[in-house]
């Protein structure tokens, strides 16, 4: 069977499901869902400067270079038929001189005549034409030129001819009844023209390019106190709330950086202060969460005593208040990390040691450890407290929540070393990966309490104790594709000796 044959029941599918929400929707909602255009990444500020800087050049270098051009054109044109004109006139002067009854061959009278490069006279002596060369005769005078002239009215006229544009002169000589003309190509002049439009398109480019480099550069002058508020705002986000914009000169960005440390400041504040109310909290509860959990020990030593209807209730104050001192001992914990005054205390840790030795005081099952050979001399430097928690705290939240581990794995990957721990359970949606590492949050399993003694902090914990380790944590599906989570801890790694 085909890849389209096997694709095409889906798009089926697709399809109805489309119309059935479309039926679903009013005539104006159809429109909009059906007219609702797609998401268009947007271009960067840098970009969008360096291309409006681009842009305005361009059109300011077309601008000029099309009016040099025209101006340009047009003074070389009346340049031209000036010349020509006054060259016709003294011609037609001297014709008039020259031609005599006497004369038989007027043609070499008109051979005589002084006329520029590009120039080819005509005369006409009553009925009668005298081209110097041949195809510049009759036929090549516009006739609206010829009428006019011989009504004894000098003209000149642009025409094209043979291909090119011409220029056309003519002045009546009443004394002999006829006329002279004088017919100029112009090639001369539009090879200039073409020579300056190409040297005009140029510049144009030239600019335009200068403007967008221009554009680029003020863009970058532009962008660097935006640069530095970003490079600021990500520090804090990596916890480090010391970080503060430097003072500037700059009367339009001193309000920005002041602003900018205020809030930090605040932040800090606010951040230290709930840190602080935590670790009171936890602190005064631990007095009479102990109280309670040496009266609940007194009620165990007299369990025999006790009736059968009170032990079901003695079983559970028994759970609610180990989960109760699990969750003020992970409260302590989280404090210490929120107000910074817990420090890594960092030696040299055989990971392939400490993975096996996790393992088998974190659970009494067997779980398999998987660990390749070559990391036998692979070591980190952490601290192999927490580590030993951050292991402890995966096998634990899998015994929870999907029946217990079912394999550890020990690998390296482009220059890290990866520590997975994988089980078969239900599995975690792919919208709940990232959420489930935030404190006090279970997932979809949040909602369903009953058989969970687990608080939401364990997770929390794994993930404040691998990013002060320099390492990451995340969550993925298994790779074999078959049900279950697993859960993949990246920590930096160095040769041992």
């Known amino acids: 069977m085909s890849g389209a044959a096997v694709r ?84 037609a002067d001297r014709l008039r001189s020259r031609l005599t009854p006497e004369l038989e061959d007027p043609s070499t ?7 520029p490069t590009g120039s080819n006279p005509i005369l006409l002596l009553g009925d009668d034409w005298f081209p110097v060369t041949p195809e510049y005769g009759e036929v090549a005078l516009p006739s609206t030129l010829r009428r006019m002239v011989r009504d004894g009215q000098p003209a000149r006229m642009r025409f094209d001819y043979l291909g090119s544009t011409h220029l056309a002169v003519g002045v009546p000589i009443e004394a002999v009844d006829g006329a002279y003309f004088e017919i100029v190509s112009l090639d001369e002049l539009e090879t200039t023209l073409e020579s300056l439009g190409i040297s005009l398109i140029g510049a144009s ?23 530095t508020v970003v490079r600021a705002a990500q520090s804090i986000a990596r916890g480090n709330l010391d970080t503060r914009l430097e003072a500037t000169l700059d009367p339009d960005l001193t309000p ?34 102990q109280t309670l959990a040496a009266s609940i020990q007194v009620l165990e030593n007299k369990r025999d005593d006790i009736p059968d209807q ?24 989280i404090s210490r990390f929120d107000t910074g005054v817990d420090q890594l205390e960092l030696h040299e ?54 029946g217990g581990a079912s394999r550890v794995e020990l690998r390296r990957r482009d220059g890290d070393v990866h520590i997975a721990v994988e089980d078969d359970g239900p599995g975690i949606p792919a919208e709940d990966r990232d959420r489930i590492f ?34 990451a944590v995340w969550a993925e599906e298994k790779p074999d594709g078959s049900q279950g989570a697993r859960f993949v801890i990246a920590l930096p790694a160095q040769e041992g000796t």
């Open 256 to 289: 920005l950086a002041d602003s900018f440390n205020g809030m930090v400041v605040a932040l800090k504040d606010r951040i230290e202060r709930d840190a602080r109310f935590t670790s009171n909290v936890s602190h005064e509860l631990r007095s009479p969460l």
């Open 438 to 471: 935030h404190r006090f949050n279970r997932g979809s399993s949040a909602s369903r309490r009953g058989g969970i003694d687990g608080v939401g902090l364990g997770l929390a914990l794994v993930a404040e104790h691998v990013r002060i380790h320099g390492g």
């Open 349 to 402: 840790v055989r990971l392939a040691e400490l993975v096996m030795q996790a393992v088998g005081t974190s659970t009494d099952d067997e779980v398999p450890v998987d660990i390749d050979a070559e990391l036998a001399g692979v070591v980190v430097m952490a601290d192999k407290r927490r580590l030993m928690r951050v292991v402890a705290n995966l096998l634990d939240n899998a015994a929870k929540y999907a």
């Open 310 to 333: 009170a032990r079901g209730a003695l079983d559970l104050m028994v759970a609610e208040i180990d989960r109760f001192k699990q969750l003020v001992d992970d409260l302590m914990e």
């Open 8 to 91: 095409r029941p889906e798009l089926v599918r697709r399809v109805r499901r489309r119309l059935r929400f479309l039926r679903r929707l009013s005539f104006t909602e159809r429109l909009r869902a059906i007219q609702r255009p797609r998401y268009v990444p947007r271009l960067g500020l840098r970009t969008r400067i360096t291309i409006a800087f681009g842009i305005g050049a361009l059109l300011l270098s077309t601008m000029v270079s099309a009016t040099t051009w025209a101006l340009t054109q047009q003074n070389l044109l009346d340049q031209r038929e000036s010349s020509a004109t006054a060259q016709v006139y003294t011609n």
């Open 205 to 227: 480019l030239g600019t335009t390019l200068a403007g967008a480099c221009l554009g680029w550069w003020t863009s970058r002058r532009v962008i660097r106190p935006l640069t």
């Open 109 to 115: 009278v008109l051979s005589s005549m002084l006329t």
